[in-house]
């Protein structure tokens, strides 16, 4: 099952702010934490005191709870890996190695008698997990993140993304990664130029943002890395359909109702011999054959326009298509609306026989 997460910063803001933040995320179908305890200072007993509050009260809410560690955090803390304990007394579900060791010590963590996920770092490109995996770890406890990036510019590639996340689903190891909000004002460290794993991702909307990532077919968990975000943002996420693509469309005024039933209440999905030019969805010419298409408005067609055939057209009247390209129109067809402008790049990644959704 897909999740969605939030993360928290314990020493960025009132314990009561991250309890309500908890509380309003959980009410959206929120089930993951993030937490990091890389850029913590201060004792174990301080740590201690100021994690347990809070993450106790999310495992309540029935999330579960990752922080960031790495090998200088438990040569601070004086952790052996041998000995989780100390992890498993901050009320955590698992540990994300944002540096790794030399992988037998990632295996060996992973059979902890606690059963804390080990999530690593998905976003070096490197046979890192295939050398963890020759260790023969618990391949159960074993998790992928991407990293967050704060630094405009500095995000991962689509293509490099693209490849480390491959690297993790052929071995059968679950995926996450991270959103920014537009309206959060910090995360772990200083700069504030919104947080993301894909670079592509730093000025659109978290909605789209999550679409994307869950489009992949490559990421099973979408992770909110910056705090606080608003309640609307929140709601917008929770209510994303994490299993099928549906995409944002602005319709024409005053076009039939044959035209928004078709394009708004059917399940679509982009034939298997597919076009350069269009995304074709053929079964409202099946099953609304015999009716009348009227020809509405055969404006000039541009990429991201949303079309249906007029009965000029014959045997092709009813189909819906979406335009990968701008095209000439023949005069029979109706640009009956838009994909929003920030979607309209989903559209590339459609597949063969994939199903989709539209909505106004």
Known sequence: ???????????????????????????????????????????????????????????????????????????????????????????????????????????????????????????????????????QPNKENLIGCHNFYPHRYTGLSREHFLKCSRQFKEQGIKTAAFVSSKAAEFGPWPVREGICTMEQHRNLPLEIQAKDLFHTELIDDVIIANAFATEEELKNLGMLDRNILTLNVELEDNIPNIYSKIILDELHFNRGDVSEYMIRSTQSRVKYKGSNFPLVNPAAIKRGDVLIESSLYDRYAGEMQIALRDMENSGKTNVVGKIVQEEIFLLDNIQPWQKFKLKK
């Open 1 to 135: 099952m897909r999740k969605l997460g939030i993360s928290i910063y314990p020493e960025r803001a009132p314990k009561e702010a991250w309890l309500g933040y908890l509380d309003l995320a959980a009410n959206y179908g929120f089930t993951r934490v993030f937490t990091c305890l890389i850029s913590v200072d201060g004792d174990r007993d301080k740590i201690i005191k100021d994690f347990v509050d809070i993450t106790s009260y999310a495992k309540k809410l029935g999330m579960e709870i990752i922080a960031d560690v790495s090998p200088d955090v438990f040569d601070k803390l004086g952790i052996n890996y041998n000995d989780l304990s100390f992890f498993q007394g901050l009320q955590l579900s698992g540990l994300r190695l944002d540096v790794g060791f030399s992988g037998m010590e990632e295996s060996i963590m992973t059979l902890n008698p606690y059963g804390l996920k080990i999530e690593i770092n998905m976003s070096g490109g490197t046979k890192y997990l295939d050398n963890i995996l020759s260790f």
